[in-house]
């Protein structure tokens, strides 16, 4: 497993990390609570150091878990988690997205609340979760500061949401040089990872970027086929029908990823990203052991080439050469889609109300 480092502190992350969304949650399948730290505890003996959660990941039971399978390993690990939603006052209805709370106090209140949860003295990398850009004020970066200062947090990020709103956002983030920024980023979604490398090169920013959903909801590593289906009952069914549908079509294009015995899809999709030298770690998804042995190993299978990497960028200039709608023409935007229109992004700024499976 190789090691990179976020934005300008001195944290370093695997290259391959473990999203923590999968455990103290139903929403990428039920495990129990032994079966979860299993699969953290397989996760190190992979060489995975790096390892991120969110208070609001099963209202604080995520934390629990990490705090308690990384008891033993805290000095070897990096941890993050993610603050900004109010679970504490609020119900949540199915994975309908819960009030958020982005102020100075509420996110020094919420972070002692996760050090208690995590049964840590500090946190890695503490990231604003699904933050407007309007609600990122003075108070809010002055109590990151302090945060710092104070041992408590060794990095900030900001993770971004897209049902939310954040293409602004991340352009704030690497503006500010927060040290992350966590974002969708996959072969068949470019446009705002692109994006973002091109304003981390306008601002000479130090800003990482950290990538999830590198297998496009289970299109990349296979998991989810025309055999399979796509009638899922975990998060991934939020997805369009169109989505699989042309997804099936657009990965045969991308055969030439593949290298028998060297390289799989599914590890290919994560070298790309990794091929990006602004990105930092990728967070798969994992649902079993098997996935984590696999793709940790994607940290060290032979790197894209330069011919590689350009006939990836001439497909998806062309759609893959497939002419149908995916479903995802469109892009949040807190802004009014100002930000959409100045990246000049081909996507719709979305004017309905948010997706129900937004806070992830």
């Given at each position: 497993?190789?090691?990179?480092?976020?934005?300008?502190?001195?944290?370093?992350?695997?290259?391959?990390?473990?999203?923590?969304?999968?455990?103290?949650?139903?929403?990428?399948?039920?495990?129990?609570?032994?079966?979860?730290?299993?699969?953290?505890?397989?996760?190190?003996?992979?060489g995975i150091t790096y390892f991120d959660t969110g208070d609001v990941y099963g209202h604080g039971e995520s934390e629990e878990v990490l705090g308690e399978a990384l008891a033993d390993y805290r000095e070897e690990v990096t941890v993050a988690t993610k603050v900004g939603y109010d679970f504490y006052n609020h119900p949540q209805a199915g994975h309908g997205e819960l009030p958020k709370e982005i102020t100075g106090e509420w996110v020094r209140s919420a972070t002692e609340k996760s050090l208690d949860r995590l049964d840590m003295e500090y946190v890695d990398v503490l990231q604003l979760?699904?933050?407007?850009?309007?609600?990122?004020?003075?108070?809010?970066?002055?109590?990151?500061?302090?945060?710092?200062?104070?041992?408590?947090?060794?990095?900030?990020?900001?993770?971004?949401?897209?049902?939310?709103g954040w293409l602004a956002e991340g352009d704030m983030a690497i503006e500010e040089e927060f040290d992350s920024v966590q974002l969708v980023w996959n072969l068949f979604e470019q446009e705002v990872g692109n994006h973002f490398l091109e304003t981390i090169e306008e601002t000479g920013s130090s800003t990482s970027l950290i990538p999830r959903v590198p297998h496009s909801s289970g299109l990349l590593n296979e998991q989810v086929t025309p055999e399979t289906g796509h009638d899922l009952d975990d998060h991934r069914g939020f997805r369009p029908d169109a989505w699989y549908e042309t997804g099936w079509e657009k990965i045969e294009s991308l055969r030439f990823l593949e290298r028998d015995g060297e390289r799989t899809m599914g590890q290919a999709a994560i070298a790309y990203l990794l091929s990006h030298d602004p990105v930092a770690t990728v967070t798969p998804t994992f649902h079993t052991k098997e996935d984590i042995t696999a793709w940790a190993a994607a940290s060290e299978v032979p790197k894209l080439t330069d011919e590689e990497l350009a006939r990836v960028a001439d497909l998806y200039e062309t759609n893959f050469g497939v002419d149908r709608d995916d479903g995802m023409d469109e892009l949040r935007s807190s802004v009014g889609g100002e930000d959409i229109r100045a990246a000049g992004i081909d996507k719709r700024a979305t004017s309905g109300p948010r997706n129900t499976a937004s806070s992830d």
């Open positions: 497993m190789n090691h990179r480092t976020l934005g300008d502190s001195d944290v370093e992350v695997s290259e391959v990390g473990f999203g923590a969304w999968v455990v103290g949650t139903d929403w990428w399948g039920d495990r129990t609570r032994d079966d979860a730290i299993g699969m953290l505890h397989h996760a190190i003996e992979e979760h699904n933050a407007n850009v309007d609600e990122v004020d003075e108070d809010v970066l002055e109590t990151l500061d302090e945060l710092r200062e104070e041992g408590l947090v060794r990095a900030v990020g900001w993770a971004l949401g897209p049902s939310i």
